[in-house]
């Protein structure tokens, strides 16, 4: 439509509009009849509005009233930009207003579909849904991926609510300063703490600011996205994920989804051992310094997931029964060209030395366990626990931990290898482009990481969930009935699967294999101490120079053996796997995983990472560590969120 005398009235009609921010009933909606609209396929039947849109909402709630009181709508924005340029951002105050902003939308776009975003959909929907169901009646399609997590939800009249953290997969603050957009959030001019009314309010100039930057920076975001992935509004994808998961498709052709066929189980129940078997990334802190000060250095492993899917070995074929009674010998010592997904009971299990700071069995990975004492989720010893493993994840449980006795019930073998060419070359190409694009050209740098990441995503998501339903009339979600057995037999026949999901699992096994490695490295001999693990990354106080030196040069050498040498780029030699310094810090203190505070030895700021809480909440430690404690309270109009209270 670019070169239609149409497209040009329509850019026309805006270059007679300068932006502005305007409260919603002061705008004149027919403007929007001079937006492009664009049909999904050349003889498709269905058109799309080509414009981006954001819209949030921020809640309160009275005054005096018990927290748990339930929070209203008290003001929203949304923004729009097409034609390379933010057009408007409308704002209001309840929820009828906004229902009525889209209403007067919906007359004057020329479209079908209407595209708008949410970050964090599932937090807004709460509060504007049975108001979108008075307006537009109940949805025709609604997607969640679980309980009260919708990804979008199209309505009747074109409208489509998507959810923007599902593509993005970070905050909105995050997000927009990772692509240096124009507009970013304006943090702490909205007062989170202030009890507001629907009706009766005057924003204040900087609470404007705070509501509009906030859609802004989404629709610049969503841009800068779209651009970069030669996508429309209509065709973006939902999820990270699936940003990477078409190339890498097209990389694998025909053989991929005929590799997948061969590797994937038959059946759907070991399908759910498989899952049984998978966990994420190793998070601990050292159950012995909790709270103490330390000072402390810091590794990390470069692209370790990435790395992992190059040099690892994993099952190439369809997992078959054990043929003989299956033992840790058989298992461990006798079959090294076989990957083994097996069940043990273990009777008394026990860490070899109490004093370990990093047992690595997680209490919820257990089917059954009997008396188990825990240290943040983690088994230091049980009188009997049951689980299914693998032989890398048991390779780890045999040299911490001992037990009376270990029964192997059930035992499944495989041949491993190498993983298919073609998907490691794909792989190294992400890690190749990221690393030529650092410094280069922020936007593409991020979404190349991103890309790069996902690469483990792909192989590692559930191929059967539930169907996730709504009751639009009491707001609950409940799984459908859904026979899960069937839907499993058309993911083995759908042309579409190409990674199988027991991939992702020996990822992540060798991963967290890996980070102890890393962990060896710290100078025990003159009483280093491993103080905190973090997926990738080791924190200890001091390290063993010529292990970190052996433990780089042997991964160096078994990603090149793989035929994936350094990249060389402004001089430098990037190097996928190798521990790289991140970090020297005068102080650091943890309380458990995903929280704790560090200063920095060179520029002496203090930093904090507690899980739900933004960087910036690091203002309320006052620049003095010995206030980050249990109990502390980062208010919003700190973090520019809701209050979190650090338990």
């Known amino acids: 439509m670019k070169n239609t005398a149409l497209h040009k009235r329509n850019v026309s009609a805006w270059d007679a509009f300068s932006y502005k921010c305007v409260y919603y009933q002061d705008f004149d909606y027919e403007l929007f009849k001079h937006i492009d609209f664009k049909y999904k396929t050349k003889k498709g039947k269905v058109s799309y509005n080509d414009i981006i849109i954001m819209a949030d909402t921020e ?13 209203y709508i008290v003001a929203w924005s949304i923004a729009f930009r097409a034609f390379d340029r933010n057009l408007v951002t409308l704002y209001g105050y309840g929820p009828y207003e906004f229902t009525d902003m889209l209403k007067r939308l919906r007359e004057n776009l020329p479209g079908d579909d209407i595209y708008i975003y949410f970050h964090n959909l599932s937090y807004d929907w709460v509060f504007i849904r049975k108001f979108m ?29 998507r959810d923007s953290l599902a593509l993005a997969q970070r905050s909105l603050q995050k997000w927009a300063d990772d692509l240096q957009t124009e507009h970013r959030k304006a943090v702490g001019r909205w007062n989170y703490e202030k009890s507001r009314n629907q009706k ?142 097996f069940r043990i009971k273990l009777i008394k299990p026990r860490l070899k030395d109490g004093r370990y700071p990093m047992p690595c069995i997680s209490h919820s990975k257990c089917i059954q366990s009997i008396n188990a ?24 449980i045999l040299k911490t931990y001992t ?35 650092k410094g280069v050209d922020i936007v593409l740098y991020m979404i190349e990481k991103g890309m790069l990441n996902s690469c483990f995503g792909m192989a590692s998501q559930q191929p059967c969930k539930p169907l996730i339903v709504e009751d639009y009339d009491t707001g609950e979600y409940a799984p459908a009935e859904t026979d899960l057995n069937e839907q499993y037999e058309k993911h083995l026949k759908n042309p579409k699967s190409f990674l199988p999901y ?96 560090a200063r920095d030895a060179e520029t ?40 979190h209270k650090h338990l």
């Open 200 to 341: 009766g309010e005057t924003f204040t100039l900087d609470e404007i600011d705070y509501i509009e930057h906030d859609v802004l920076a989404g629709v610049e975001c969503i841009d800068a996205t779209m651009k970069v992935l030669k996508k429309h509004i209509s065709s973006m994808p939902l999820t990270c994920t699936g940003i990477v998961r078409g190339e890498a498709r097209q990389q694998g052709g025909r053989d991929a989804h005929n590799y997948f066929s061969r590797i994937s189980p038959l059946t759907y129940d070991f399908q759910l051992i498989q899952q049984l078997v998978f966990h994420g990334g190793f998070t601990k802190a050292n159950r012995y310094i909790l709270g103490l000060v330390y000072k402390a250095i810091c590794y990390d492993i470069c692209s370790s997931y990435p790395t992992s899917l190059l040099v690892m070995k994993a099952p190439v074929e369809r997992f078959f029964k054990c043929p003989c009674k299956p033992t840790i010998k058989y298992i461990m010592e006798d079959n090294p060209n076989y990957a083994f997904i």
């Open 604 to 643: 002496g700021k203090l930093k904090i990472t507690v899980a739900g809480v933004p960087k910036k909440g690091v203002e309320v430690l006052q620049d003095d560590i010995s206030n980050f404690v249990p109990g502390l309270v980062f208010p919003g109009t700190i973090t520019g969120k809701l209050e």
């Open 502 to 597: 027991v991939w992702g699992i020996y990822c992540t096994s060798f991963s967290m294999l890996r980070l102890f490695e890393l962990g060896e490295c710290v100078d025990y001999d003159n009483g280093g101490i491993w103080l905190y693990s973090d997926t990738d990354s080791v924190y200890a106080t001091a390290f063993d120079e010529k292990k970190l030196k052996a433990y780089n040069d042997k991964i160096i050498k078994e990603v090149s053996d793989r035929g994936y040498g350094p990249v060389e780029f402004n001089g430098k030699l990037y190097n996928l796997g190798v521990a790289e310094l991140d970090g020297v810090y005068s102080e650091f203190k943890t309380w458990h995983s995903k929280c704790y505070a």
């Open 133 to 161: 169901f008075k307006a537009f009646e109940t949805p025709e399609h609604q997607l969640n991926t679980k309980p009260l997590n919708p990804l979008f939800i199209r309505f009747k009249n074109g409208i489509v609510l």
């Open 59 to 71: 809640t309160s709630k009275p005054a005096n009233y018990p927290k748990t009181i339930n929070n």
């Open 373 to 396: 004492i825990l240290d943040n989720g983690r088994i230091l010893k049980s009188d009997y626990i049951e689980l299914w493993t693998n032989e890398l994840d048991f390779s780890l």
């Open 403 to 437: 037990w009376d006795e270990i029964i192997i019930p059930e035992a499944y073998m495989a041949t491993k290898d190498y993983l298919p060419k073609w998907f490691t070359d794909f792989v190294y190409e992400r890690f190749i482009k990221k690393t030529k694009l």
